[in-house]
């Protein structure tokens, strides 16, 4: 999927603000959110999380899930701003 634009996020004209688990983008395929990031990021706490894989979900734009289930992990930033998918998700981290 190729990020096209964030969702709530002011940037400068011309330049896409980058995403973060939690976040919902415009993509080639439809809207999603994102629920896993290869790149390393820091939590408030100070503990580093990366995961194997790139990951997202597609949703309609109140957030409704377009499947049934999660297969993998999702962050815990994720689940704390989209509450329905932390009871799709196997497991959050």
Same mark, same amino acid.
């Given at each position: 999927?190729?990020?096209?634009?964030?969702?709530?996020?002011?940037?400068? *004209?011309?330049?896409?603000? @980058?995403?973060?688990? %939690?976040?919902? &983008?415009? $993509?080639? !395929?439809?809207?999603?959110?994102?629920?896993?990031?290869?790149?390393?990021?820091?939590?408030?706490?100070?503990?580093?999380?990366?995961?194997?894989?790139?990951?997202?979900? *597609?949703?309609?734009?109140? @957030?409704?899930?377009? %499947?049934?289930? &999660?297969? $993998?992990? !999702?962050?815990?930033?994720?689940?704390?701003?989209?509450?329905?998918?932390?009871?799709?998700?196997?497991?959050?981290?």
């Amino acid at each position: 999927m190729i990020v096209f634009g964030v969702f709530k996020s002011g940037s400068r *004209l011309n330049r896409i603000r @980058g995403a973060c688990p %939690g976040s919902m &983008i415009v $993509g080639s !395929v439809k809207k999603a959110i994102i629920v896993r990031q290869k790149k390393p990021w820091r939590r408030f706490e100070g503990d580093v999380v990366s995961f194997e894989d790139n990951s997202c979900i *597609l949703t309609t734009l109140k @957030g409704d899930l377009k %499947g049934t289930n &999660i297969s $993998g992990p !999702v962050a815990r930033e994720s689940a704390w701003v989209w509450p329905r998918i932390s009871i799709a998700a196997q497991g959050v981290l």
